[in-house]
Each structure stands twice: as structure tokens, then as C-alpha cells.
């Protein structure tokens, strides 16, 4: 893939309406999930990304038949056909969400081998919860030299304790247990809207999930999966919330629909506390903001707590905020690596271990920039919409894996941003 960087234009408010798509973690999470049925499934609302694009030729790979459809975001998924259980490193190393195959092939064929993921910027994140999960059904789980080797001759149900709130191990524990014998319990279960989402698909190929969206979550193993209905996925939050903050670093006035207010409380509080005004509907949110901002400080929290993915796009609406703005990065180890980055466009930031300090000066300047990560790469959108002149972003594949058109999205609201191929 030829390197592309991004040409931003700063200073121009962004006006008007935008529909969010469909949810990148939610779609890395269902997709899988696919495999546990017997019936053909269709799956909508999915959005045009490469984490999408991944997890697609990861079920083609495994020899399910798929079709899909990019600008309907409509996927149609025929399982029966799949003749291997192993996922090659190359798609690992394209989309760190791949272990999720680990849990829907060891729960639909008893067997699965998956290359780990490298830790990427924001962490180390190792995957031990999972394993230690799978291992409480009953599964062989050997983690050998960066791959995962996983073999059950039939799972049993189980009470699991994690030990520490995760998005994935929650995942991957629920796609398995969906063909446990019994009933599983996942104690200290995360509570994000993806698994919630996740808990409805699985509702809709016939397994019953109690207690998704609370920290205790039952899943009632079934021998047979079969889909009745199409399922479309939940709109992304992360999304909404980085279009909530461009808006208000602009002092634009948009409105994005498709959205579920409900899943932003922690950012909506915190612009409302910056001084932003924001309107909720039943399916939209409208952000305006005219005048200053006043500085806030956070710290990240899993789900209904300010999440970990808006850390780095709000930290650039922060940096031209009024005051001293503290933010705690409570998830991840290393999260702040934009900030260096933002530096370079006159940011006043001071980084201790978890939390950085950021002092508001009047405007950030353009510069060239470098996207480490895929929410570094949003935030330096969001300073670069805010700068004084052209900022240029590199490493823009990283923003292609989790946002659909985002330069679209944005110029369609007077956003002025262009890529150069290299
Ligand atoms: C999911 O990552 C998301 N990715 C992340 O979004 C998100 O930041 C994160 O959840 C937190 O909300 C997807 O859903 C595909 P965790 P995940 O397991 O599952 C530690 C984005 O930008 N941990 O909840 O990897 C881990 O190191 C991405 O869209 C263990 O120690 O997050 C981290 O410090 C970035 N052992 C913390 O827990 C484990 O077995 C939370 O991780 C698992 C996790």
C-alpha cells in the first residue's frame, strides 16, 4: 500500500449534519461470531474499514463464504463451507482483533491456532485473561512462540472471575461459551456498548446472553447456533464522540445522526464543563460551541467512565483550552505518545507516567505530524482542523483502520483536508 499523508487546512468551522457508521469494535466482535452459526447470516451497518476488510478475508481464509457489500455495509456469511481453523500471521498483523477467532472456532469446531497480535503503541496488552478464560471451559490453551494453539474436545460451562476489566477477554470468553455444555458466568465483565451489542447478536442466532451491559454476564450454551434474522450493529461511539469533538474544537455547529446519545454521557459532560453546548435527541446529538473553552481534567475509565479511545482526540481540544487540563490515562500504559507529537504545533504539555498536563495557549500552528496509533491519528486531525495553516499528518493507514471516509465526513461539514499519495 503506497504511504499517503493528509493535508489539513486549519481554522474552518465545521456546519451542519453527519451520520456516524456502524462501530468498529462492535463489527471485529460480530463478524467471528458469524462462524457459530449453522444458518447463513447476515450482518448490517458494518462500516467501510480496514479492520472490517481484515476480519472479512479472515473468514474467506478459513474457507466461509462471504458477501459483501462496502457501500451498503451489508455482509452475507455461510460458515458451513469452512474447512481450516488456523488464521495466518499476516492478517494477525493487520488487525490485532483477530484473537477473537480464538473463541468462535474453538466453540464451533473444537480447535483454533492464532498468531498473537504484537503490542502496539498505547501497551503491552497481553492477552493472559482470555486464556485464562478458555482454559476455564476446559479448552487446551498453549501460547507458543506468538501463536495461540487452542484445542477442546468439548466445553463445559463455568464461573470465570477476570481479574482485571477487558473488552477482548469478555469477548472471546462469550463467543466460546455460546457452545459450552451449561451455563457460564463472567464475573467482573466489561460493560461496553460493543458487548452489549455482541450479547444481542448472539440473541439473534438463537443463544441466550443474561446480564450484558451489567458487570456479571450468563451465557447459556446451546448445541446448535442458527440465525433467524439479520442483525445491523450498533453505531460507533468513538466515532460520534471524535465528530463531537471536532465540532467543538471549530466552534462549529453540527449535528450527527445515527448516534446513541446515551453511550457519550462522559464526553457530553465534560464539553458541557468546557463550556460547549450539547443537544440530545433520541438518534442525534448537536454540538455547538461559540466562545472559549474553559480547561477539565479526567481520567479514563472503562465503560460508563470517560473511555480510553477519546483520551488523545480530546487532549487536542484541550490544548487551546483556557487554564491548566489534567488528564489520567488509567487503561492503557503508553497513550500520550500523540502529545509529543502535538508539541510540534506549539502545545504546552507535560507528561508524568499516567498523566499529562496540558496548559491552553491561544491557537496550535500547523506542522508535519505523525499518526503512532489509530485514535493519535483522529487526534491530530482534530489539531490540525484547529491549527493555523496546513498541517500535514503521516502514517494515515493507521486513521483508515477504524474511521469510514473520515476526510469525507469532515469536508462535507467545510472541513478543508486532502491526502497526497507518496
Ligand atoms: C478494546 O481493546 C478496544 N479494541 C480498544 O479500542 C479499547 O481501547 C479497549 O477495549 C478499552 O476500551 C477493540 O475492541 C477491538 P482491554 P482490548 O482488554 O480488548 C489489559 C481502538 O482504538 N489486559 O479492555 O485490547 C490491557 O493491557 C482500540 O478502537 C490484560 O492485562 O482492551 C489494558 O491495559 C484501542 N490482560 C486493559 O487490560 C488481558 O488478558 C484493558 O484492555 C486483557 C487486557
Not at 443463544?207 to 456479571?216: H, N
Not at 463531537?244 to 474544537?249: F, N, S, T, V
Request: glycine residues 10%; contains cysteine.
Amino acid at each position: 500500500m503506497a504511504a499517503e499523508r493528509m493535508l489539513i487546512s486549519g481554522g474552518h468551522r465545521l456546519e451542519g449534519v453527519v451520520h456516524v457508521s456502524g462501530g468498529k469494535n462492535t463489527a471485529v466482535a460480530i463478524i467471528p461470531a458469524t462462524i457459530l452459526s449453522e444458518a447463513p447470516c447476515i450482518v448490517e451497518n458494518l462500516p467501510d474499514i480496514e479492520d472490517v476488510h481484515v476480519s472479512i478475508e479472515t473468514l474467506k481464509h478459513l474457507g466461509a463464504q462471504v458477501d459483501w457489500d462496502p457501500a451498503l455495509g451489508t455482509m452475507r456469511v455461510d460458515a458451513s463451507t469452512i474447512c481450516r481453523t488456523d488464521v495466518p500471521l499476516e492478517l494477525c498483523r493487520r488487525m490485532r482483533a483477530s484473537y477473537y477467532y480464538i473463541g468462535a472456532l474453538l466453540a464451533r469446531f473444537g480447535e483454533a491456532t492464532v498468531p498473537l497480535p504484537g503490542g502496539c503503541d498505547i501497551g503491552r496488552r497481553p492477552i493472559d485473561q482470555h486464556i485464562k478464560g478458555l482454559r476455564a471451559l476446559g479448552a487446551e490453551v498453549d501460547n507458543h512462540a506468538g501463536t495461540v494453539f487452542a484445542r477442546a474436545n468439548g466445553l463445559i460451562g463455568s464461573d470465570i472471575f477476570m481479574d482485571m476489566v477487558t473488552v477482548g477477554g469478555t469477548v472471546n470468553v462469550m463467543l466460546a461459551a455460546t457452545r459450552a455444555r451449561g451455563v457460564t458466568t463472567i464475573y467482573n465483565a466489561a460493560k461496553e456498548p460493543h458487548i452489549v451489542d455482541l450479547a444481542n447478536f448472539l440473541g439473534s442466532i438463537g443463544c441466550r446472553v443474561k446480564g450484558a451491559g451489567t458487570d456479571v454476564i450468563r451465557i447459556y450454551g446451546a448445541e446448535k447456533l442458527a440465525a433467524r434474522r439479520s442483525y445491523a450493529v450498533i453505531p460507533d461511539q468513538i466515532e460520534t464522540g471524535t465528530l463531537m469533538i471536532a465540532a467543538a474544537a471549530t466552534h462549529g455547529d453540527v449535528t450527527i445522526t445515527g448516534c446513541i446519545p446515551t453511550h457519550m454521557e462522559a464526553l457530553t459532560a465534560k464539553l458541557l464543563e468546557m463550556g460547549a453546548r450539547v443537544e440530545e435527541r433520541d438518534d442525534a446529538i448537536r454540538v455547538r460551541s461559540l466562545g472559549a473553552h474553559r480547561g477539565v481534567s479526567f481520567k479514563t475509565q472503562v465503560y460508563p467512565g470517560f473511555p480510553t479511545d477519546l483520551q488523545q482526540p480530546m487532549s487536542a481540544l484541550l490544548c487551546t483550552a483556557m487554564g491548566t487540563s489534567t488528564i489520567v490515562e488509567n487503561i492503557f500504559e503508553s497513550r500520550f505518545r500523540h502529545l509529543y507529537e502535538m508539541e510540534r504545533m506549539g502545545a504546552n504539555v507535560r507528561i508524568y507516567e499516567q498523566t499529562a498536563v496540558i496548559q491552553g495557549i491561544p491557537q496550535l500552528h500547523a506542522a508535519a505530524v505523525e499518526a503512532s496509533d489509530l485514535r493519535a491519528g483522529a487526534a491530530l486531525v482534530i489539531a490540525g482542523l484547529m491549527a493555523q495553516g496546513t498541517t500535514e499528518i503521516y502514517n494515515t493507514h493507521f486513521i483508515d483502520r477504524g474511521y469510514e471516509h473520515l476526510e469525507e465526513k469532515l469536508n462535507s461539514l467545510g472541513a478543508k483536508i486532502s491526502r497526497i499519495r507518496e
